[in-house]
T-cell receptor, first 113, second 113 residues
Framework: KAGVTQTPRYLIKTRGQQVTLSCSPI?????VSWYQQTPGQGLQFLFE???????NKGNFPGRFSGRQFSNSRSEMNVSTLELGDSALYLC????????????FGPGTRLTVL | DQQVKQNSPSLSVQEGRISILNCDYT??????FLWYKKYPAEGPTFLIS?????DKNEDGRFTVFLNKSAKHLSLHIVPSQPGDSAVYFC????????????FGQGTRLTINP
């Protein structure tokens, strides 16, 4: 069974631009969660989608948004990029919301210049 | 405000000995705790979890202990093997299941031959 895939793996943007990251969950998984990992803040929860609906949301500004499609694939969008948005963005998929055994993808490394 | 803290950024243990990784939390609403393991360039991998109704959960070489009164949990690995060298994250959530996880900063475990 293929694992969680994230595209692109690396991305370089400049301040003020916007970016869209993509996550394809494991086949059959309907829950997708997004996390931001930075050296200073560690891993922080962004939001979770299940059956195309946002189920949980972390404490991030509205510049961070996401959506989930009917095939469970999810996208995360960050608008008006700031230098502090440079991070590794991880997505995790699970069979259902709150699933213990979430499977993480390798992440997208975003660098904002 | 760091609600989940792993105070040891790194730990070095001899192969065959016990590795003990510690985690403290401040939010008394947390009632579900998990440990993840992360290798470089990969996403975190779920290891073991424990609900607040238990004080111990064991899975092979891995045992998690929970001390609710002290708001402390620990992961014991016995015996430690070279493949255990990785970064370990503890995480917590409110309500059953791994929802809206709050992660610690991680502890880098190195197993020496």
């Amino acid at each position: 069974k293929a694992g969680v895939t994230q595209t692109p793996r690396y991305l370089i943007k400049t301040r003020g631009q916007q970016v869209t990251l993509s996550c394809s969950p494991i086949s059959g998984h309907r829950s997708v969660s997004w996390y931001q990992q930075t050296p200073g803040q560690g891993l922080q929860f962004l939001f979770e989608y299940f059956s195309e609906t946002q189920r949980n949301k972390g404490n991030f500004p509205g510049r961070f948004s996401g959506r989930q499609f009917s095939n469970s694939r999810s996208e995360m969008n960050v608008s008006t990029l700031e230098l502090g948005d440079s991070a590794l963005y991880l997505c995790a998929s699970g069979l259902r919301t709150g699933d213990d055994t979430q499977y993480f993808g390798p992440g997208t490394r975003l660098t904002v210049l | 405000d760091q609600q989940v803290k792993q105070n040891s950024p790194s730990l070095s243990v001899q192969e065959g000995r016990i590795s003990i990784l510690n985690c403290d939390y401040t939010n008394s609403m947390f009632d579900y705790f998990l440990w993840y393991k992360k290798y470089p360039a990969e996403g975190p991998t779920f290891l073991i979890s424990i609900s607040s109704i238990k004080d111990k959960n064991e899975d092979g070489r891995f045992t998690v202990f929970l001390n609710k009164s002290a708001k402390h949990l620990s992961l014991h690995i016995v015996p430690s093997q070279p493949g255990d060298s990785a970064v370990y994250f503890c995480a917590a959530s409110e309500g059953q299941g791994a929802q809206k996880l709050v992660f610690g900063q991680g502890t880098r475990l190195t197993i020496n031959p």
